[in-house]
């Protein structure tokens, strides 16, 4: 007799734009919302076609639009918490509830110096986000950052690798390094001030790749990891997603050119991919 073994359903992607209009400084927010349902409850939605206790997907948009309406959050992670304890309160079969929040950024503008109150541009194309797991009494938070992209010209190696008869990329002593940044940090979800630690989590983390001479994206992701670590000590534990972003040398040879470190070709796939969660 075959058994379920895990069960979670919701609602993805409910887009939100919302205003917020303290004369004379207006404030955007702009925001992606999933919420996700579990509970013993919702097995025999599956196992014998009873909606009973299946709160429809539409409904939990509808909780989210409002809930974002009616709330003066300060942060991502206060709305993310708030709509994770509000739909456990109000369906209390289902006790666990992951509210996830993708943000982008606004920023006011500021001709000449002077900020305008009212108009913005965005930046981009780096994502913070954050997720709220509620859980009966207790929550989880984690933050991060998405899609940071950055680059340096020197200062990273990638030598001393296994090399056997498929193996026909050079070792390089020093070579250009770009990456995509993702990485996602746990946090006390009160008692904190959240906006102040992700700034200080992207801050080191934009200082090392700066600094740091690596031999290689691993080493560059576990002495980021631990400055975190060793700087902040809210954060419980970091994962670091760090894929490369491949730019090769374009051969200029048959044009007697020697082109040994200025033009190069960018590419977006295939590409290595590496991962580190480093904990306390």
């Known amino acids: 007799m075959p058994e379920i073994a895990h069960t979670s359903y919701g609602k993805t992607g409910v887009?939100?734009?919302k205003v917020v209009r303290r004369e004379p400084r207006h404030e955007v927010w702009e925001f992606v919302v999933d919420v996700t349902a579990e509970s013993p409850e919702l097995e025999r939605a599956y196992t014998r076609a009873d909606n009973s206790p299946v709160v429809a997907t539409d409904t939990m948009k509808n909780l989210?639009?409002?809930?974002?309406?009616?709330?003066?959050?300060?942060?991502?992670?206060?709305?993310?918490?708030?709509?994770?304890r509000s739909l456990q309160?109000?369906?209390?079969?289902l006790p666990r509830w992951t509210v996830r929040i993708e943000g982008a950024n606004w920023k006011h503008l500021a001709p000449g110096g002077v900020e305008n109150p009212i108009s913005f541009a965005r930046t981009g194309p780096e994502v913070d986000f954050t997720t709220a797991i509620v859980d009966g009494e207790e929550s989880i938070l984690r933050n991060g950052i998405r899609d940071l992209l950055v680059l340096k010209t020197t200062d990273s190696a990638f030598s001393g690798f296994v090399r056997d008869?498929?193996?026909?990329?050079?070792?390089?002593?020093?070579r250009m390094l770009a990456t995509s940044i993702t990485a996602e940090w746990k946090v006390p979800p009160s008692g904190v001030e959240h906006t102040g630690i992700n700034h200080a989590v992207r801050e080191i983390i934009l200082r090392v790749f700066?600094?740091?001479?690596?031999?290689?994206?691993?080493?560059?992701?576990?002495?980021?990891a631990t400055a975190v670590l060793e700087s902040i000590e809210e954060v419980e534990e970091i994962r670091l997603r760090l894929p490369n972003k491949?730019?090769?040398?374009?051969?200029?040879?048959?044009?007697?050119?020697d082109n040994s470190d200025t033009l190069y070709l960018p590419t977006t796939a295939p590409h290595g991919d590496i991962y580190l969660k480093l904990t306390r």
């Open 89 to 93: 309160r109000r369906y209390a079969h």
């Open 210 to 224: 700066s600094e740091l001479k690596s031999e290689s994206v691993q080493h560059l992701a576990y002495e980021t």
């Open 165 to 174: 008869e498929f193996t026909t990329l050079p070792e390089a002593r020093d």
């Open 15 to 17: 887009p939100i734009m």
């Open 64 to 84: 989210v639009n409002y809930l974002s309406f009616a709330y003066d959050f300060s942060s991502l992670e206060d709305l993310a918490l708030h709509i994770g």
């Open 246 to 257: 491949h730019y090769f040398l374009v051969d200029l040879s048959l044009f007697g050119v």
